[in-house]
């Protein structure tokens, strides 16, 4: 079993739908990463969290410790949006999760 | 002006074969790591190192080392290359001892073993 689980492994939705993405994780971490990577394969760091909540833009990222879960949430979606998004914990070491690609379709 | 650059973006070999992967980061990042990204699209760690630590994950061959010349550098040589190596490989760089400071990924090398 994989130490971090992301949900769903595949998404479409149509241009201005709210996104949600989830995370699960099993190990004890320090931080936790969400990932972006578009189809050129380019990797980009979204968000680095511990605690709470961040905002930027239109993603929004929670984290819950004590559940051992966050969220990635897409407001307005657009096309430029589609993309692989990945989960990451770091704790003693890095663990990813397997991803999850998003298809906004206009 | 790149923050974190990795050469070559392609790369194809013949089993057997050595060969290199350059990562330059002009960040003054302390830590620097190589990942694999198989087929399926599995992002995984392989090492993660600062100037006082090389981790190594267990599971990657010691076909596999990296080299770091000094602090802004860690290239990826593979010895005797196979099939099964054949995948995208990303190095990273992050602010601190610990990796719980952002990421800052390379643009990737794709390494294609015939």
């Known amino acids: 079993k994989n130490e971090v689980e992301q949900s769903p492994q595949n998404l479409t939705a149509q241009e201005g739908e709210f996104i949600t993405i989830n995370c699960s994780y099993s190990v004890g971490i320090s931080a936790l990463h969400w990932l972006q990577q578009h189809p050129g394969g380019g990797i980009v760091s979204l968000f680095m969290l511990s605690s709470g909540k961040k905002k930027h833009g239109r993603l929004i990222a929670t984290i819950n410790i004590q559940e051992k879960h966050s969220s990635l949430h897409i407001t307005a979606s657009h096309p430029r949006d589609s993309a692989v998004y990945i989960c990451a914990v770091t704790g003693n070491q890095f663990y990813f999760g397997t991803g999850t690609s998003l298809t906004v379709i206009p | 002006d790149t923050a974190v650059s990795q050469t070559p973006k392609y790369l194809v070999t013949q089993m057997g074969n050595d060969k290199s992967i350059k990562c330059e980061q002009n960040l003054g990042h302390d830590t620097m790591y190589w990942y694999k990204q198989d087929s399926k699209k599995f992002l995984k760690i392989m090492f993660s190192y600062n100037n006082k630590e090389l981790i190594i994950n267990e599971t990657v061959p010691n076909r596999f080392s990296p080299k770091s010349p000094d602090k802004a550098h860690l290239n990826l040589h593979i010895n005797s290359l196979e099939l099964g190596d054949s995948a995208v490989y990303f190095c990273?760089?992050?602010?601190?001892?610990?990796?719980?400071?952002?990421?800052?990924f390379g643009n990737g090398t794709r390494l294609t073993v015939t």
């Open positions: 990273a760089s992050t602010g601190g001892e610990r990796p719980n400071s952002p990421l800052h």
